[in-house]
């Protein structure tokens, strides 16, 4: 009944509540966390990001620590590597559309080549954990990278694809692959793709990312070739 009293949010503050999921404290956290060096302002996400990637990573180990009990200090690196690598990273920024909330002086080239997509998602991450606490930071986590990724073991270290590519190349085969079809599961898109080999279908991989789906189905190709066990 006393909503009167309420002090109306400004549009780029109602936004950002939507897109994070709860209400901001303190936008001015926010908007340095958007901010690239290249803006040449009194401030930038740097020292957030600083503070995001302490987080992530102790989020990211707890998380890997209670779910693969009895493994080893350094499978738990590797495992902690493959989960929030710089690429992944990037693919789930692009994925969340956080380019239209970074401020920058640069080109689309420049920012498509450089770390900013990876690094801003640590400073958000830095935002939230000082706007609202660790336990909204780590939920953020959760929702918005533990969860994308779905399981640490489809997260490949090795390029199959580029195997295959060589193997085609040596052999002159014909390669090519086809996105067969785009699944919806929990709201979000999975991509089904096909790899053929010489125009026949010689696997297939799924996954909500497109070249990691086209990995998946490289590596079924090798071990259908006899290439990989």
């Given at each position: 009944?006393?909503?009167?009293?309420?002090?109306k949010?400004?549009?780029y503050?109602q936004?950002?509540?939507?897109?994070?999921?709860?209400?901001?404290?303190?936008?001015?956290?926010?908007?340095?966390?958007f901010?690239?060096?290249s803006?040449?302002l009194?401030?930038?996400?740097?020292?957030?990001?600083?503070?995001?990637d302490?987080?992530l990573?102790?989020?990211?180990?707890?998380?890997?620590?209670n779910?693969f009990?009895?493994?080893?200090?350094g499978?738990?690196?590797?495992l902690?590597?493959?989960?929030?690598?710089?690429?992944?990273?990037?693919?789930i920024?692009?994925k969340?559309?956080?380019?239209q909330?970074?401020?920058?002086?640069?080109?689309?080239?420049?920012l498509?080549?450089?770390?900013v997509?990876?690094?801003?998602i640590?400073?958000?991450?830095?935002a939230?954990?000082?706007?609202?606490?660790?336990?909204?930071?780590?939920?953020?986590?959760d929702?918005k990278?533990?969860q994308?990724?779905k399981?640490?073991s489809?997260?490949e270290?090795?390029?199959y694809?580029?195997?295959?590519?060589q193997?085609a190349q040596k052999?002159?085969w014909k390669?090519?692959?086809?996105?067969?079809?785009?699944?919806?599961?929990?709201?979000?898109k999975?991509?089904?793709?096909g790899?053929?080999?010489?125009?026949?279908?010689?696997?297939?991989?799924?996954?909500?990312?497109?070249?990691q789906?086209?990995?998946?189905?490289s590596?079924?190709a090798?071990?259908?070739?006899?290439?990989?066990?």
């Amino acid at each position: 009944m006393f909503n009167f009293w309420k002090k109306k949010q400004d549009p780029y503050t109602q936004k950002l509540n939507d897109f994070l999921g709860f209400e901001i404290k303190n936008i001015n956290l926010y908007k340095e966390a958007f901010t690239h060096p290249s803006k040449k302002l009194n401030y930038n996400y740097q020292r957030l990001e600083f503070l995001g990637d302490a987080v992530l990573n102790y989020v990211v180990a707890l998380y890997l620590f209670n779910k693969f009990e009895g493994i080893s200090e350094g499978e738990l690196s590797k495992l902690r590597t493959k989960l929030v690598n710089k690429q992944i990273l990037k693919e789930i920024a692009i994925k969340l559309n956080i380019a239209q909330w970074i401020e920058h002086n640069l080109t689309i080239t420049e920012l498509d080549k450089s770390s900013v997509y990876c690094d801003v998602i640590e400073s958000l991450i830095g935002a939230i954990a000082i706007d609202k606490g660790i336990q909204f930071a780590a939920k953020f986590i959760d929702e918005k990278i533990i969860q994308q990724v779905k399981e640490v073991s489809e997260i490949e270290d090795t390029d199959y694809k580029s195997q295959i590519i060589q193997i085609a190349q040596k052999y002159k085969w014909k390669f090519k692959f086809i996105v067969e079809g785009i699944e919806k599961q929990n709201s979000e898109k999975i991509f089904r793709i096909g790899l053929y080999l010489n125009n026949e279908k010689t696997s297939e991989g799924k996954h909500y990312n497109k070249k990691q789906a086209e990995q998946m189905a490289s590596k079924e190709a090798l071990k259908n070739l006899n290439i990989l066990t």
